[in-house]
C-alpha cells in the first residue's frame, strides 16, 4: 500500500497552482517555474498511474482527469511511443510535466499574417526533448507546440490554464497549411 500520509495530496498541488497562476500573472518564466514546482510533488507520487477519472482525450487513448474547477486542469496522459502529435493551437497557456518516458516537443510561431484561407507559415523557435521532471510550456501568443514520446510509457501530467477554444487549427508544417477541429475535449491535451 502507498504511504498516503507522506504524499501530496492532488488538492495541495492544484491549490499551489492556482496560487502560482495568481502571483506570475503575465510573467511567463515565472509561471513555468511556479507550476513545475506545484507539480513536483505529484510526479513524485509513486502511486500516480492508479489515480484520476478517464477522459475523452483530444489526441490520445489513456487520459485521466486529476482535478478540474471549470479553469483550472490538471490531467494525467500516456503519450504513446513514436506517435506525432501534429502542431495545434490553444487559446490558452499549456504545460506539460514529464512523469515517466520522454518526450519531444517543438513550439512553433506562426510568421504569416493569417490572410490567405488554409495557408499558415510556420517558423520552429523549439526544439528540445524533455525526461522526467521537467516542464515543457506554450503560453499565448506563443501557444502552438506538436510533440512525440520517444519511450514506451511515457506519461506527463497537464496542467491547462482555462477551456480550449471550441474551434483549434491542426497545422502542416512542410504544406504550410491548416485545418480546423472542434475538440473532443474542452481540456487538455
Ligand atoms: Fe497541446
Given at each position: 500500500m502507498p504511504d498516503t500520509d507522506s504524499q501530496a495530496t492532488i488538492r495541495d498541488c492544484a491549490q499551489t497552482a492556482i496560487r502560482v497562476i495568481a502571483d506570475a500573472g503575465s510573467d511567463e518564466s515565472k509561471l513555468r517555474a511556479g507550476l513545475l514546482d506545484a507539480?513536483?510533488?505529484?510526479?513524485?507520487?509513486?502511486d500516480l498511474l492508479t489515480l484520476g477519472v478517464k477522459r475523452p482525450g483530444n489526441?490520445?487513448?489513456?487520459s485521466k482527469y486529476l482535478y478540474y474547477d471549470g479553469q483550472l486542469s490538471i490531467t494525467l496522459d500516456e503519450f504513446p511511443n513514436g506517435k506525432y502529435i501534429p502542431p495545434h493551437d490553444h487559446g490558452v497557456w499549456e504545460a506539460l510535466v514529464v512523469f515517466k518516458g520522454r518526450v519531444r516537443h517543438c513550439v512553433y510561431e506562426r510568421v504569416d499574417d493569417g490572410t490567405v484561407e488554409w495557408h499558415a507559415d510556420l517558423k520552429t523557435i523549439e526544439d528540445r526533448e524533455y525526461v522526467p521532471g521537467e516542464i515543457a510550456m506554450v503560453v499565448p501568443p506563443t501557444e502552438i507546440h506538436s510533440f512525440t514520446a520517444l519511450a514506451e510509457e511515457t506519461y506527463v501530467v497537464t496542467v491547462v490554464g482555462g477551456n480550449y477554444k471550441p474551434i483549434r487549427h491542426y497545422y502542416n508544417v512542410d504544406d504550410k497549411t491548416y485545418v480546423v477541429s472542434k475538440p473532443a475535449a474542452l481540456a487538455p491535451a
Open positions: 507539480m513536483r510533488p505529484l510526479v513524485a507520487r509513486d489526441h490520445i487513448d489513456n
